[in-house]
């Protein structure tokens, strides 16, 4: 069996000759069987909390072996305003942060979202008044602010936009313990 244990670095050159298709769910894991598209045989041997994005790199413990990662097809639900909102715009982004409220995971597009199906979810938002369809596509939803776990270590953030933030954002932060507060006027 084929052991793939290293993501490699997108300047890495290009020596991808074998490509592994996976569900989003499946591409959350760090440990997993699976057959690559060739009908080889290999296993997933990554860091704890790696998610693989389809186009990710993926090397054989002997570098012999590359492996792109491609996102497959699935079933999900895709998310719009309707036809005849007053404010779609405001519509989607209600919906946006009853999903997020939830941690679900959703893919974001102009006007639309994606999300895997769900008949709870699929009632909430249709009481939001959005129209939700089925769609069948690859799933890749955001990593979120903290990255999602995705990490490429060779990035200088960590590959993580929402860490670096923070960290500028705290490194700036006064001692809010030391501050004296006034009440807001009326």
Do not use: W
Not at 20 to 37: G, P, Q
Request: glycine content about 8%.
């Amino acid at each position: 069996m084929l052991r793939l244990d290293r993501l490699l670095a997108p300047e890495t050159p290009d020596g991808a000759t074998r490509r592994l298709t996976l569900r989003y769910a499946e591409r959350c894991k760090s440990r997993l069987r699976v057959e690559l598209d060739d009908g080889t045989e290999a296993g997933l041997f990554l860091p704890r909390g790696t998610v693989l994005r389809s186009g990710d790199r993926l090397a054989a413990e002997d570098a012999a072996v590359v492996v792109e990662i491609r996102a497959a097809t699935e079933e999900l639900y895709e998310v719009r305003a309707t036809h005849d909102a007053v404010d779609p715009h405001f519509d989607l982004l209600r919906g946006t942060y009853h999903l997020g409220n939830r941690h679900v995971p959703v893919q974001l597009a102009p006007g639309r979202l994606r999300l895997e199906r769900d008949t709870v979810l699929r009632e909430l938002l249709l009481r939001l008044r959005l129209d939700v369809r089925h769609v069948e596509a690859p799933f890749e939803p955001e990593a979120g602010a903290y990255g999602g776990g995705h990490r490429h270590d060779h990035d200088t953030t960590g590959g993580m936009l929402g860490e670096s933030l923070s960290r500028e954002a705290h490194a700036a932060t006064p001692d809010f313990a030391s501050m004296r507060f006034q009440p807001l006027g009326r």
